[in-house]
């Protein structure tokens, strides 16, 4: 497991957050690629285009490669790099997140039976006696802004990779569909937390401690994300498979949205950005036969058996 850098809290996502230490910013190039296990086996993932995004089609003989029409990527290269697309798709996923959050009264009202909403709701845990105020002051906050620059600060903080987001919207939309929760203003910041988590655990050679994770976001105890972690698991069955077609298949999905302008500029003026710009060059400037290579979601040397197709989330 990996130590989170000692630099504060999440605080509710309305600053940026400080830089990592050097030495743990340097292990997010390791995982900038999409899930895999192991590393250091494969060809890279490719992303590859060809004219409209209305038609896209994953390319089953190829595991994780996404077919796509000229042009929907908007620069006319015929295949690109996942490396390459990460701040695109980082942009579309949280945007793609944000518009599902509900902030609408009668969300309260129709999940009053839901014992799911009642645990993941999140104003009974700020009662925290040392809890900063910044936490309970936004947590009816859901503008895109807010939204944004949270998901970005844990992101950055907690080191995650953006394709661990990716997966943790695969595992929140299950918990959604078996759950039949609504994702609301004062529920989105525990699921989301929940979810990353997970989707780092089952990714990363590396994945984060939950008691670090806390620290980032001290609304929740270790014991209460623990609990959260349980709970999760056991409403979507444990089911956290990503098969190499369901994650292009997503990752084409994100890159059709139409992203908010305020996320976009949020996204491109942030720290996180910065390190996934400043890895993309790195490999850049790195031989050919020195790029490493990668073994996608169920894409091993070994011969696969034949999977059931997964539902992509809606």
Known sequence: ???????????????????????????????????????GR???????CREDMAEDTVDAAQPGTVSCKPGS???????????????????????????????DPDVLQRMEGN??????????????????????????DCSALHVCSFILSILHQGIFSVSAFIVSIIYLSRFKESSHITLHACTWRPLFLTSLLLADKMWEDK????????????????????KMEGEFLGE???????????????CEKLLAEQVHQEIIRCVNTS??????????????DMPQDAVPAETTPGNSQQPQQQQQPQQQPQ
């Not at 979507?236 to 997503?250: A, E, G, K, Q």
């Open 1 to 39: 497991e990996r130590e989170l850098p000692a630099h504060g809290s999440a605080s509710g996502g309305a600053r940026r957050a400080e830089r990592p230490a050097a030495g743990l910013r340097q292990r997010r190039s390791a995982a900038r690629e999409p899930p895999h296990r192991p590393r």
């Open 271 to 284: 720290e996180y950005a910065a390190t996934l710009q400043a890895d993309q060059n790195g490999e850049a």
């Open 207 to 226: 994945p984060v401690r939950n008691s670090s994770l806390a620290k980032l976001f001290p609304v929740l105890s270790n014991i209460e994300l623990n």
């Open 115 to 140: 014992q799911m909403f009642k645990y993941f709701f999140e104003v009974p845990y700020h009662n925290k006696p040392d809890l900063n105020r910044i936490f309970p002051d936004s947590v009816h």
């Open 236 to 250: 979507i069955r444990f089911n956290v498979l990503v098969t190499p077609d369901l994650f292009c298949s997503f």
């Open 42 to 48: 494969g060809r890279p993932r490719r992303l590859c």
């Open 73 to 103: 990527l908007g620069n006319g290269e015929a295949t690109q790099r996942f490396s390459a697309l990460q701040q695109q798709l980082l942009c579309a996923a949280i945007h793609f997140f944000h518009r599902h959050i509900r902030s």
